[in-house]
């Protein structure tokens, strides 16, 4: 990758790096190669390496040295989805017999791949509290390779402490990985922290306009980097031209889109917390939330992800979410409109009966960039 803005602030680089001028007209924009294969010059004469757009294509090339340089790695890869990313680190990592410690609340489908696809392996896992070191290092045997850590996680916004996380890693000789989906690189860089590997959905902050699926991975070892693009090529799970165009889009904006997910998600949580019908807000800016501390050492800003809990039960959660007018009842989550969500029956239900199991009267938020007054009001109405 280019190291040539490196030196710049975080808002810089989202425009930047990457983001080279093209060489025959000028344009400041990459284009998008919409290309399959590439003209060689005699028999293994590449132009600047490129043969296959499966191996590689300059659009996602764009992307993956713009990742690279947000997450401070030294490569990144970019795939077709959050989970085909998850699929190949895992498939890399991982041999049967391995063990890898997973957290007690994470993303349903996350979940799903450990539990219904990578266990056919012979791959074992087990869960921890990764909130708590002690929890993690009680989960860790001899043959625990990775370490798998959401922080703030979905839907219960725990926070980890990712350097403590990363010193149980190292001592037990396994890989940290940390999804940074919910805080995206602007809020939290983990390989600074001490992780091994940073995953990202794309769809979600990164794309920032709910327009495109991708997944992405970044580290900071040249031989991990290595493996994990031979098992991409070969795997072949890649993000498309267009797709990558729109991610590599959406990133130039999203320093400024995260300072008012942030702001307007602190606005929320705080009328929530003194609404009558709302037992519990989740939400690491709030001085109460158990992670808080952390989160205000490792994080930026809080982001733009609320969840609480309703004293009505579930079915007041479900009737909730159908009564919003500007929230939009929806799953995924990061994009500029606001989306309101019930987990137990949408995102996570494939956790159901398990140890990562929601409670029903959970409510999800992604906190969008509208105005805040709008969205305070609508929520108002909403909860009666």
Known sequence: MSHEHLDKSFETIAIHAGNTADPLTGAVVPPIYQVST?????????????????????TRTALEENLAALEGGVRGLAFASGL?????LLRTLLAPGDHVVIPNDAYGGTFRLFAKVVSRWGVEWSVADTSDPASVRAAVTDRTKAIWVETPSNPLLGITDIAAVAAVAKDAGAKL???NTFASPYLQQ????????VVHSLTKYMGGHSDVVGGALVTNSAELSEELAYHQNAMGAVAGPFDSWLVLRGIKTLAVRMDRHSENAGKI???????PKVSQVLYPGLPEHPGHEVAAKQMRAFGGMISFRVTGGEQEAVDLCARTKVF???????????????????????????????????????VGIENADDLLADLQQALG
Do not use: F, W
Request: hydrophobic share 35%.
């Open 38 to 58: 590439y003209k060689q010059d005699g028999v293994g004469g590449l132009r600047g390496g490129y043969e296959y757009s499966r191996s590689a294509n300059p």
């Open 84 to 88: 085909a990313a998850e699929d190949c």
């Open 177 to 179: 990985v940390v999804d």
């Open 190 to 197: 983990p390989l600074a922290l001490g992780a091994d590997v």
């Open 269 to 275: 949580a705080e009328m929530l917390t003194r609404h």
């Open 328 to 366: 939009t009842l929806g799953e995924s989550l990061g994009g500029v409109e606001s989306l309101i969500e019930h987990p137990g029956r949408m995102t996570h239900a494939s956790v159901a009966g398990s140890a990562l199991e929601v409670p029903g009267d959970l409510v999800r938020l992604s």
